[in-house]
């Protein structure tokens, strides 16, 4: 919870203010959180490690090369579920998309790794990291080899463990992320055994370069001639220019989008969008409707789950589509780093 993660927050920095006066680290609040976000909880790999004021990250078990990693152990259980709900099983699986705003490791892919893990022999995988745009970049990838016939089951899997990429000692953002997975099932629609089938309209993606959301982390960073600070390894934003920056920018894409599929916003029964910022997305979905979206047009799930990255938008759809019938359209869109953004359009069949 939000009292929780500012009571840890708060220890530390009266702790290291106390050592260091001159530090002057300002206090967070639960209060600040909850209006800033609308973020109430978010769920956590690891809340004990992540919550002690001398660790204040996770604890992941190192593993061993023969034991599956835990990307893919949580993507593994989004995945199940979603071929469940798509009446397939693993072994159907022939492309699998990893996409995610951080990936374990460089190789062998953990794409490749979760088809051998979900008992799939045929067909391939790739990891792909476009940040919180990264569920819509992958569901594009997976529609366009589904339409060109090289791939006739395609998963795309978004295991977000943002706990791991998270400054958890910085007190404008120390609340923002929570850890998740989700998982997607694209097929031909006419060989779709699944118990709701949407048809995917049309989907867009668009990239924009901006330092406004940045992690240097990579692989370059031990042979740096001056490494970096350690907090240069993980998330960091100018939130208030993300904010401002964004908006308009997503709003412009899934506007054009729906236009050039020929449908009017009022058309578009739900909005599943992206779950960073609560005024955020309710901006966004203003600026399409041209007036203020309701609670269904446009639901939240932030306030228990936080930004989940890529996942938020799918679990977004997850939570809440059991109410469509057939004929009806929505759109699922991701945004962030990059900055990146992405519209995939449906239609429950
Ligand atoms: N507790 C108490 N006060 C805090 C605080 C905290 N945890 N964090 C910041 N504040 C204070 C600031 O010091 C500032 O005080 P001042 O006005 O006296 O200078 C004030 O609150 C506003 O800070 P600011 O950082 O401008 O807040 P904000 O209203 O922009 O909200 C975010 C911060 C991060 C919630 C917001 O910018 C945001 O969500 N942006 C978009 C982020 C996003 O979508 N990122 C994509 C990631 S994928």
Same mark, same amino acid.
């Given at each position: +919870?939000?009292? $929780?993660?500012?009571?840890?927050?708060?220890?530390?920095?009266? #702790?290291?203010? !106390?050592?260091?006066?001159?530090?002057?680290?300002?206090?967070?609040?639960? /209060?600040?959180?909850?209006?800033?976000?609308?973020?109430?909880?978010?769920?956590?790999?690891? =809340?004990?490690?992540?919550?002690?004021?001398?660790?204040? #990250?996770? #604890? @992941?078990?190192?593993?061993?090369?023969?034991?599956? +990693?835990?990307?893919? $152990? %949580?993507?593994? %259980?989004?995945?199940?579920?979603?071929?469940?709900?798509?009446? #397939?099983?693993?072994?159907?699986?022939?492309?699998?998309?990893?996409?995610?705003?951080?990936?374990?490791?460089?190789?062998?892919?953990?794409?490749?790794?979760?088809?051998?893990?979900?008992?799939?022999?045929?067909? *391939?995988?790739?990891?792909?990291?476009?940040? &919180? !745009?990264?569920?819509?970049?992958?569901?594009?990838?997976?529609?366009?080899?589904?339409?060109?016939?090289?791939?006739?089951?395609?998963?795309?899997?978004?295991?977000?463990?943002?706990?791991?990429?998270?400054?958890?000692?910085?007190?404008? &953002?120390?609340? %923002?992320?929570?850890? !998740?997975?989700?998982?997607?099932?694209?097929?031909?629609?006419?060989?779709?055994?699944?118990?709701? =089938?949407? /048809?995917?309209?049309?989907?867009?993606?668009?990239?924009? *370069?901006?330092?406004?959301?940045?992690?240097?982390?990579? *692989?370059?960073?031990?042979? $740096?001639?001056?490494?970096?600070?350690?907090?240069?390894?993980?998330?960091?934003?100018?939130?208030?220019?993300?904010?401002? $920056?964004?908006?308009?920018?997503?709003? /412009?894409?899934?506007?054009?989008?729906?236009?050039?599929?020929?449908?009017?916003?009022?058309?578009?029964?739900?909005?599943?969008?992206?779950?960073?910022?609560?005024?955020?997305?309710?901006?966004?979905?203003?600026?399409?409707?041209?007036?203020?979206?309701?609670?269904?047009?446009?639901? @939240?799930?932030?306030?228990?789950?936080?930004?989940?990255? +890529?996942?938020?938008?799918?679990?977004?759809?997850?939570?809440?589509?059991?109410? *469509?019938?057939?004929?009806?359209?929505?759109?699922?869109?991701?945004?962030?780093?990059?900055? +990146?953004?992405?519209?995939?359009?449906?239609?429950?069949?």
């Amino acid at each position: +919870s939000n009292d $929780e993660l500012v009571a840890c927050y708060n220890a530390w920095a009266t #702790r290291e203010n !106390a050592s260091n006066p001159a530090a002057e680290l300002p206090m967070s609040s639960t /209060e600040f959180i909850f209006k800033a976000s609308g973020i109430k909880s978010r769920y956590n790999i690891d =809340k004990v490690g992540t919550l002690d004021i001398d660790r204040m #990250r996770p #604890r @992941v078990r190192t593993r061993s090369d023969d034991e599956p +990693s835990l990307m893919v $152990e %949580i993507g593994g %259980i989004a995945a199940r579920e979603a071929l469940a709900n798509a009446g #397939r099983e693993g072994r159907d699986v022939d492309f699998v998309v990893l996409a995610a705003s951080n990936i374990q490791r460089a190789y062998p892919a953990m794409a490749v790794e979760l088809q051998a893990h979900l008992g799939s022999t045929q067909g *391939f995988g790739y990891d792909m990291n476009v940040a &919180c !745009a990264s569920a819509a970049f992958g569901i594009q990838a997976a529609v366009d080899a589904v339409r060109l016939g090289n791939a006739r089951c395609a998963l795309v899997v978004n295991p977000e463990i943002t706990s791991g990429h998270h400054n958890w000692r910085n007190r404008d &953002c120390h609340f %923002i992320f929570g850890d !998740a997975a989700t998982a997607v099932v694209v097929e031909p629609l006419e060989t779709s055994t699944a118990k709701a =089938k949407f /048809e995917v309209l049309g989907t867009r993606l668009k990239t924009q *370069f901006s330092n406004n959301i940045r992690n240097n982390a990579g *692989f370059l960073n031990i042979a $740096e001639t001056t490494p970096r600070a350690w907090d240069d390894l993980l998330f960091q934003q100018e939130g208030r220019k993300v904010f401002k $920056e964004v908006v308009p920018m997503v709003a /412009e894409l899934l506007s054009g989008h729906l236009a050039d599929l020929g449908l009017k916003p009022e058309q578009v029964k739900r909005f599943w969008l992206h779950q960073a910022n609560l005024s955020m997305n309710q901006l966004i979905a203003k600026r399409i409707l041209g007036r203020e979206p309701s609670e269904l047009e446009a639901p @939240v799930i932030l306030d228990e789950y936080a930004n989940t990255s +890529s996942a938020g938008c799918v679990i977004a759809f997850h939570k809440h589509h059991a109410d *469509f019938g057939a004929g009806d359209i929505g759109l699922l869109s991701g945004f962030g780093a990059g900055y +990146s953004a992405g519209s995939v359009v449906v239609r429950r069949v």
